[in-house]
């Protein structure tokens, strides 16, 4: 008998569903019928590298030109001197204290080398040689 039930139930719910269904009104009509290309269209890798390239040198130059506006370094001695600041002494980069602190790079790790003093590891360097006759000069 619960059987019987259940499928009482089932049959009015299907009943229902199609009255629901018979009054729906669809609003749905074809405005232009669908149109396909003749050929294959496929993308054009030539004028996508080519403005890939474009668009690379543009970023590429700007960011160059804004780097070197924002640079507040001082290029010269000639530099302060136009600004009426006199100029004791100009001290060379040491390459070897450049290439001592060099980064090692092992595994994606940074590893700095063991820096020692410039004066000490290389006493000849024109780096102090240069600092050197600053001393001399301000005595």
């Known amino acids: 008998e619960s059987g019987q039930q259940v499928y009482m139930q089932l049959l ?6 199609k ?13 232009d019928p669908a149109i396909t290309q003749p050929g294959v269209l496929k ?3 030539g004028l996508i590298i ?9 970023l590429s130059i700007v960011g160059v030109l804004l780097r070197s506006l924002f640079n507040r370094g001082i290029e010269s001695p000639q530099v302060l001197e136009e600004h ?4 004791y002494a100009s001290i060379p980069l040491s390459e070897w204290q450049k290439a001592r602190d060099s980064v090692k790079t ?4 940074k590893r700095y080398k063991q ?5 000490v590891g290389n006493p000849t360097d024109l780096a102090i040689e ?6 001399t000069s301000l005595h």
């Not at 018979?22 to 749905?28: C, F, K, L, P, R």
């Not at 403005?51 to 040198?57: E, F, K, N, R």
């Not at 092992?106 to 790790?109: D, S």
């Not at 820096?115 to 004066?119: H, K, V």
């Open 130 to 135: 240069a600092i050197r006759s600053l001393r």
């Open 115 to 119: 820096s020692q003093l410039l004066a």
């Open 43 to 45: 993308p054009k890798k």
């Open 106 to 109: 092992i595994k994606g790790v």
């Open 84 to 87: 009426g600041i006199s100029v």
């Open 50 to 58: 080519l403005g890939a390239i474009i668009l690379g040198l543009m």
């Open 19 to 31: 009255i629901t269904e018979a009054s729906t009104v669809g609003d749905v009509r074809i405005v």
């Open 12 to 17: 009015n719910k299907e009943q229902e569903l």
